[in-house]
């Protein structure tokens, strides 16, 4: 089964009611390290993505992850809103105009949201930062990517969780946490737990 502008639509909605869920663990894990917004920036970002697809949905996939890239964009602020944004706008822009998405444009659409992230944030395996969970993320996909959505989406959550998971004894080298120095080990980094929140949503939704 290949994804619909409906589909995409609804693993949007899905994503934004995991967020909301854990908005205040999220908010817990930034507190640690960060500033303590990250959770209210991405639910803020997120219900304004639900708001936006309420009022008009986009005839595209493409254009449905256009339309939440604008938003994040414009709603969640920080280091994440413009990350995210660009990550949803490399997406968008990879799967063009197709009316449907196989397991070939989700695993290209991962791609090219790890590679906007990796031009926009100039992070590095191992900095401590979101790309620590989409990175193994993308590696499962595309080694999944012969079988469907539902696969390459589950793969790709099971590799985000683990690569999160990876970021409790990194030392941060970018963002805020990285200004603690040593002090930002044996912390979860906020990003990579919303990144892996996130897959394991879209995940959730293709099954
Ligand atoms: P801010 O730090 O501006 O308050 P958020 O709290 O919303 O922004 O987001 C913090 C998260 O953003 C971090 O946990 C980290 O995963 C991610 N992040 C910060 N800087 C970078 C970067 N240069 N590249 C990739 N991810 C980053
Ligand atoms: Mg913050
Ligand atoms: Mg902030």
């Not at 894990?29 to 986009?58: C, K, T, Y």
């Amino acid at each position: 089964m290949g994804c619909t502008p409906e589909g995409v639509a609804n693993a949007l909605r899905g994503a934004a009611a995991v967020i909301a869920e854990h908005r205040a663990e999220l908010i817990e894990l930034d507190r640690a390290i960060g500033d303590g917004d990250h959770g209210e920036n991405m639910n803020r970002g997120f219900q304004a993505v639900v708001a936006a697809l309420d009022s008009a949905l986009p005839e595209t996939p493409g254009g449905v992850l256009k339309l939440a890239a604008t938003t994040l964009i414009s709603k969640v602020g920080g280091a994440a809103g413009p990350l995210y944004g660009t990550a949803f706008l490399r997406a968008s822009t990879v799967v063009s105009n197709q009316p449907e998405l196989g397991a070939a444009e989700v695993v290209a659409a991962l791609r090219a949201g790890l590679e906007g992230v990796r031009a926009r944030g100039k992070a590095v395996e191992g900095d401590k930062t979101m790309v620590d969970a989409l990175l193994p993320a993308v590696a499962a996909a595309e080694k999944a990517g012969g079988g469907d959505v539902a696969a390459v989406l589950s793969a790709a959550a099971e590799g985000a969780a683990t690569g999160a998971e990876s970021t409790v004894d990194l030392v941060a080298r970018k963002g805020r946490a990285s200004y603690l120095g040593e002090r930002s080990a044996g912390h979860l980094d906020p990003g990579a737990r919303s990144t892996s929140l996130l897959l394991a949503a879209f995940a959730e939704a293709a099954r």
